[in-house]
């Protein structure tokens, strides 16, 4: 009883600030106080006449698309080399790999940007796709290698036995079959990349991506409500593609046969 | 000439030696069996016919070519895995067509080929159905006619019934076997079943931690194996302490018996032996019941009843071990109790020497 009523509090705590913001993003008022003033949709309209609004939306698109193709590629060689092959040093060249997702993102971001500046590289939006994808990669790697581990290996010997090539082989049994978690890892990926501040911060130049020009508007008090508007409508894509990205994991699941094992949402 | 011929075949992983010189010969439209014990290295061996993994040393012939550097795709074989590892993402027809997208045929053709295929292995009409969809018996049927759609000239098979129940086992041995004979190519199969190589092979390899130990007909093998190991692994064998001078043995608890050559699968040698008897070669005698056989007294130790048979464990006077001794319950045949007196007729020719 008294761990279910943690839970409660745990999840209010948790997303009530989440609730906040599409009340205030409906709010006629510019002062984010109670009590509400009235209903007016004003903020969102006011979203596509700020042209420095609609540019860090397109660089936040190209940045987290990119990062979401290599972070999936990259896990893709990962996750089936992981489940396919032993080799020496397996284990540490996984961990290795999967230690983004347990470091604070302030040193990876510090770190990378030493190295960038000390290498004289400009920074800009591919310095930031250069650190999300690091970023994604984990994610990407946990949610393709339950699709690999789930997958009988014999099904890929089956096609080469039946005279197929390797490659016709990947493309025909392997591919098809790891296509749900390929989508739930560019999906997943997209939205870590689409939202991350720290290292975006640190890393961008003079094109800022989405998190990091509404930072800079909080500083403007009249600009505020446009900011929970544009807050709003990313928070439901993001919830929309989450969900994608489990709809797809599940099915994937369903078509190998295997036994749902966990999974991020 | 043999469609498969080994020699000197050795395969290493690692440090684990897990084929340490496999010679092997195999005709033409033969079922030939792999069996034994978990670990022994049948899988391994399989896959080394068909392409899966390279040898260590030693050459792989099929038909008369030589394997080295032939990958498993251009190989003229076909597995039938043991999880049958059916496309999960593909329809029956799908699957058994699988094999042919690269043939020269026409669409027709094909799905002609693929019906034909899937009523050899009585499937016809199940094409249209989802491959997640069937039953377990149902995937291995499908597997079989996946892989006997490309006429391969030799059809590998792991363990392919061990996944099935008890009843389904035994309907897919007899239709294996059927289906082999019509469509005459070779079948090797692994398992680890004695029963079901002896039921289905026409010769049998009993294979021992990398080892062919036996390499025989089912008859044989039952009758003469040349080794403890391999009577032991097949069926069920009591082993009595013996000693062998000229062409007699004489056999502790049993007495004296003159023995020929073929009794000796291991060769003979006079000195100590151990002599084995299957059990359903001796046979216990009912009070005052005469017979014209060799005879020997014991005492029954255990008794253990199947329904149709009863299994006696008797211990022969005058030495310490005990022979088991199967019994068919016919109708009005008294069940001896543990304790009561037995008395064992036997046969020379029933006995087996080995060194
Ligand atoms: N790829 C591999 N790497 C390392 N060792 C292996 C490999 N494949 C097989 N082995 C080892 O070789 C030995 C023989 O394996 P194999 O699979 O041939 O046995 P098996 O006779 O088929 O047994 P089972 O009846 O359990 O299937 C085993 O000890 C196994 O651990
Ligand atoms: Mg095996």
Redesign the pocket.
Known sequence: MTLRVYAILYLVFLYAPIVLLPIFAFNDATVIAFPLSGFTTEWFRAIPETPALIRSVQTSLVVAVSSALLATLLGLCTARAGARYAFPGKRPVTGFIMLPLVLPEIIVAVALLVVLLALGLPLGPWTVVLGHTLLCTPFAVAILGSSFNNFDPALEEASYDLGESRWATFRLVTLPLVMPGIVSSLLISFTISLDEFIIAFFLTGTEPTLPVYLWGQLRFPQKIPVVMALGTILVALSVLLLSVAELFRRRGLARTGAKDTGGFV | MSIISLSGVQKH??D?H?LRGIDLEIAGGEFFSLL??????????LRVIAGFEDVSEGTVLLSGRDMEGVPANRRPTNMVF?SYAIFPHLSVAENVGFGLRRAAMSRGEKAAAVEEALGMVGLAGYGARKANALSGGQRQRVALARALILKPKVLLL??PLSALDKKLREQMQAELRRLQRSVGITFIL?T?DQEEALIMSDRIAV?FE?RIAQLADPQTLYRRPVSRQVAQFIGMMSFLPGRIAGAEVTVAGLGRASVEDDQCPAGRADGDVSVGIRPELLSLLAPGEDTDRQLAHGAVTERTYYGDMTYYDVALDGTDAEVTISMKNLPGRAVLERGDAARVAWDARSLVIFP
């Open positions: 992983f690692g684990y897990a034994g014990p978990s670990g022994c290295g049948k899988t391994t061996l043991q792991d363990e692994v680890h294979m990398g």
